[in-house]
């Protein structure tokens, strides 16, 4: 059965579905809430772009901490620079990998290309959600379907959908769907620093910004972590005055306040 047609859907996608109810103040996006370095401006980026979405996104208030799936604050608070407004879910499910997959099929979502979201199983099979849109469910290493429910091809049947890869997928699969970056790569908004494996971990670039008069770049980091909790930007912490922001290109190893990365872990979602 065909997926309903992208105008069976208008009046639900919007940038920030996520957001049931109409905040009850003026929130401000990470462009607004963290400035460029001093003599840095932020780096271009086209109208519909994952790069202006990333920047749009809607940020908890300054100073609020990194809360766990279920309600606690995160035993670390002094790893992040702030907290992005995006629920986490009631299950110890959107980790690191998990957040970067929410982030990337969020943005395909707000800009009616559902027909893009797909992901890598771990057990090697590519799970789309237009399939899973009409009902077919896939076994566990995303290889076989069946017919197992109703279609539906609605936010809440997406969220459904990213339930599924979040239990079925992680940074070993994510690893595996990305393309290598060469060590000295300039990195752009929208790519993934990842070391696939049990465990793992996953950082997304989401931001950069350009010295005006040497065209040095720097760029911001996001992630979630284990257990499941609030999708925050982490500060530098080689950075003597706390800043959140990295150089680019990259110098490895790449240290971050929870994991370092080694050089080969630039990755980029692939054209």
Same mark, same amino acid.
């Given at each position: 059965?065909?997926?309903?047609?992208?105008?069976?859907?208008?009046?639900?996608?919007?940038?920030?579905?996520?957001? &049931?109810?109409?905040?009850?103040?003026?929130?401000?996006?990470?462009?607004?809430?963290?400035?460029?370095?001093?003599?840095?401006?932020?780096?271009?980026?086209?109208?519909?772009?994952?790069?202006?979405?990333?920047?749009?996104?809607?940020?908890?208030?300054?100073?609020?901490?990194?809360?766990?799936?279920?309600?606690?604050?995160?035993?670390?608070q002094d790893a992040h620079a702030a907290v992005i407004d995006i629920d986490v879910g009631k299950r110890d499910l959107q980790q690191c990998a998990d957040a970067v997959m929410r982030l990337?099929?969020?943005?395909?979502?707000?800009?009616?290309?559902?027909?893009?979201?797909?992901?890598?199983y771990t057990g090697g099979g590519r799970v789309s959600f237009s399939q899973f849109a009409t009902g077919a469910r896939p076994s566990e290493d995303g290889k076989v379907w069946r017919k197992?429910?109703?279609?539906?091809?609605?936010?809440?049947?997406?969220?459904?959908?990213? &339930?599924?890869?979040?239990?079925?997928?992680?940074?070993?699969?994510?690893?595996?769907?990305?393309?290598?970056?060469?060590?000295?790569?300039?990195?752009?908004?929208?790519?993934?620093?990842?070391?696939?494996?049990?465990?793992?971990?996953?950082?997304?670039?989401?931001?950069?910004?350009?010295?005006?008069? &040497?065209?040095?770049?720097?760029?911001?980091?996001?992630? !979630?972590?284990?257990?499941?909790?609030?999708?925050?930007?982490?500060?530098?912490?080689?950075?003597?005055?706390? !800043?959140?922001?990295?150089?680019?290109?990259?110098?490895?190893?790449?240290? &971050?306040?929870?994991?370092?990365?080694?050089?080969? !872990?630039?990755?980029?979602?692939?054209?």
């Amino acid at each position: 059965m065909a997926a309903p047609a992208l105008s069976a859907l208008a009046g639900e996608i919007s940038a920030h579905p996520w957001q &049931t109810t109409q905040p009850t103040r003026i929130q401000q996006t990470l462009a607004d809430r963290i400035a460029p370095p001093p003599g840095y401006i932020r780096t271009s980026s086209p109208p519909g772009s994952f790069a202006s979405w990333l920047r749009a996104l809607p940020m908890k208030p300054a100073g609020a901490p990194v809360m766990l799936y279920n309600g606690a604050l995160k035993p670390r608070q002094d790893a992040h620079a702030a907290v992005i407004d995006i629920d986490v879910g009631k299950r110890d499910l959107q980790q690191c990998a998990d957040a970067v997959m929410r982030l990337r099929a969020e943005w395909l979502w707000s800009i009616g290309a559902r027909n893009r979201i797909a992901f890598n199983y771990t057990g090697g099979g590519r799970v789309s959600f237009s399939q899973f849109a009409t009902g077919a469910r896939p076994s566990e290493d995303g290889k076989v379907w069946r017919k197992r429910g109703r279609p539906d091809a609605s936010y809440n049947g997406f969220r459904n959908y990213m &339930t599924n890869v979040f239990i079925y997928a992680g940074t070993y699969s994510l690893s595996r769907e990305l393309v290598r970056l060469p060590a000295r790569a300039m990195p752009r908004i929208g790519d993934v620093i990842i070391k696939g494996g049990f465990p793992g971990h996953a950082v997304l670039v989401i931001d950069m910004a350009e010295d005006r008069q &040497t065209g040095k770049k720097r760029f911001l980091l996001a992630q !979630s972590y284990m257990p499941a909790q609030e999708i925050h930007i982490i500060k530098n912490p080689r950075a003597a005055d706390g !800043s959140a922001w990295y150089d680019a290109p990259i110098n490895w190893p790449l240290q &971050t306040p929870e994991w370092t990365f080694n050089e080969g !872990s630039l990755k980029r979602w692939p054209e």
